[in-house]
């Protein structure tokens, strides 16, 4: 019960952790309140309590494949979200709106099979006390990778200006690529697997579950996951990198890297 707890932190919860501090660093370098976050996160908790007691009636839409899809769209809606934020600039009267959704659309997604989850084990007899110790083990180690996270892609704010911006790029592109595994489960794409690195880097070790939340990484991606981590993260880079200047006039006086 405590290392099934421990793992569905690792695979369930640890993006959400390593998102917010991310985020933290992308609206640290903008004109938008840290309240933003928390007013987020809320009401993306509370649409992932609603989406819990519909999931047995997205599941069957479309013939059974209504979850798979309604993911991968979700997944998709977040990468477009942050393609028009970059593109908009933080400066932009929408900005702040297009970054909540995201952030709203990743903490309904990966709190959903946490939280399901949870309270089935919590009402188990006898499983409570090692629930509640895996959970703050797993919390303590979740907030611990974010918080190295967070200061680590300020440091290197310093010397790559907008880097926490292309790292959630990054994030994000390795989010979607991920969830093309779900169309390939439905029939829609091919599931021909292209490489496999499970003798070098397993998906069931730690640092394969940090790798896969903070990058998306895959022992063994399929042909149309590293398309879409290719294209998506190659568009995204270009748009990054033109919008640069207008994206630099909008950090904070006093943050700007030198």
């Known amino acids: ?36 976050i928390v007013r987020s996160y809320l009401i993306g908790f509370g649409l ?33 979200c942050f393609t028009l934020y970059l593109y908009l600039g933080s400066k932009h009267r929408h900005a702040r709106h297009l970054l909540a959704v995201v952030m709203i659309l990743i903490t309904m997604t990966t709190s959903v099979n946490f939280l399901s ?11 409570s006390q090692a629930l509640l110790l895996g959970a703050i083990i797993g919390a303590g180690f979740s907030a611990s990778l974010a918080i ?16 926490s911006l292309f790292i959630t790029g990054v994030f994000l592109t390795g989010q979607l690529a991920n969830k093309t595994n779900l169309l390939a489960q439905i029939g829609l794409i091919d599931g021909e697997v292209l490489w496999t690195t499970e003798a070098i880097f397993s998906e069931q070790t730690v640092v394969g579950h940090v790798l896969r939340s903070l990058v998306g990484y895959e022992a063994t991606p399929i042909h149309w996951q590293v398309y879409t981590y290719v294209f998506v993260l190659l568009g995204l880079s270009l748009i990054l990198n033109y919008k640069k200047p207008q994206l630099m006039s909008a950090i904070p006086k006093g943050e700007v890297s030198k």
Request: hydrophobic residues 60%; without cysteine.
């Open 117 to 127: 989850y949870f309270t089935v084990l919590w009402q188990s007899q006898g499983a």
């Open 1 to 36: 019960m405590l290392i099934n707890t421990l793992f569905l932190f690792l695979l369930e919860l640890l993006p959400l952790f390593l998102f917010s501090a991310l985020v933290a660093g992308v609206v640290n370098l903008s004109p938008f309140k840290p309240t933003l």
């Open 48 to 80: 992932g309590l609603l989406l819990i007691t519909s999931v047995d009636y997205i599941s069957m839409a479309f013939d059974g494949r209504g979850l798979e899809l309604f993911m991968f769209s979700i997944s998709f809606i977040q990468v477009f």
């Open 148 to 163: 190295l996270l967070y200061f680590f892609v300020m440091l290197i704010e310093k010397y790559i200006p907008l880097i």
